[in-house]
């Protein structure tokens, strides 16, 4: 069974707009991870935020965590076409180093 | 390129065979991870190794099973193929410190 639950399922907004995509999980974690996939290809680690961070930047990503919400968000700033991927959050439980992944949102940036 | 390679790119087989995938992964990489994903869907976890040894696995039967070896090269053996066997198989390692996992391309499995 997978932990995490990405919000919304697909995004498609236009290029240069901002995206923002949401992920909630369910027990307490080490870290949380985002990555990105394209066309069912293998996934490429995006950027790691602990359970002790807030926020995080990287490039046009910045990713918050709200372990008492137990939520994560990603925004990617001034999107553009070569955006367009599925991102998926991971979460890496206190209790072992096994990755649980959601099932992850489709974003399609029109170009 | 994150260093991790998988054969083959593709497979094809029928109900009932058995099948072999194989993964290579980044020199020093003591952790490999085998996940499925199935079409529209999230990775789900296989099983890890850890130096050789089994030190997790998700919720699939034994006819799933796995080997690492000692040049950083894995395999996941599925016995007994059935139609909803079918998807993408994703290797990852990650070193030691358990941050970020490194994937391989996958293989796409077909079962007829």
């Known amino acids: 069974s997978q932990q995490g639950e990405e919000d919304p399922q697909a995004l498609s907004i236009q290029e240069g707009e901002n995206a923002t995509m949401n992920c909630s999980y369910k027990?307490?974690?080490?870290?949380l991870q985002w990555y990105r996939q394209n066309s069912g290809r293998g996934l490429v680690h995006l950027i790691l935020?602990?359970?002790n961070e807030r926020e995080k930047h990287s490039g046009r990503l910045r990713v918050t965590l709200d372990t008492s919400k137990k939520s994560s968000s990603l925004l990617i700033t001034a999107s553009r076409a070569a955006d367009t991927a599925s991102y998926f959050c991971?979460?890496?439980?206190?209790?072992?180093?096994?990755?649980?992944w959601g099932a992850g949102t489709k974003l399609i940036i029109k170009p | 390129e994150t260093g991790v390679t998988q054969s083959p790119t593709h497979l094809i087989k029928t109900r009932g065979q058995q099948v072999t995938l194989r993964c290579s992964s980044q020199?020093?990489?003591?952790?490999v991870s085998w996940y499925q994903q199935a079409l529209g869907q999230g990775p789900q976890f296989i099983f890890q190794?850890?130096?050789?040894?089994?030190?997790g696995r998700g919720n699939f039967p034994p006819r799933f099973s796995g080997l690492q070896f000692p040049n950083y090269s894995s395999e996941l053996n599925v016995n007994a193929l059935e139609l909803d066997d079918s998807a993408l198989y994703l290797c990852?390692?990650?070193?030691?410190?358990?941050?970020?996992?490194?994937f391989g391309p996958g293989t796409r499995l077909t079962v007829l």
């Open positions: 990852a390692s990650m070193t030691d410190s358990y941050n970020e996992q490194f």
């Open positions: 190794y850890y130096r050789e040894e089994e030190n």
């Open positions: 991971a979460t890496v439980p206190d209790s072992n180093y096994q990755l649980i």
């Open positions: 027990t307490s974690i080490n870290n």
């Open positions: 935020i602990r359970s």
């Open positions: 020199s020093g990489h003591n952790t």
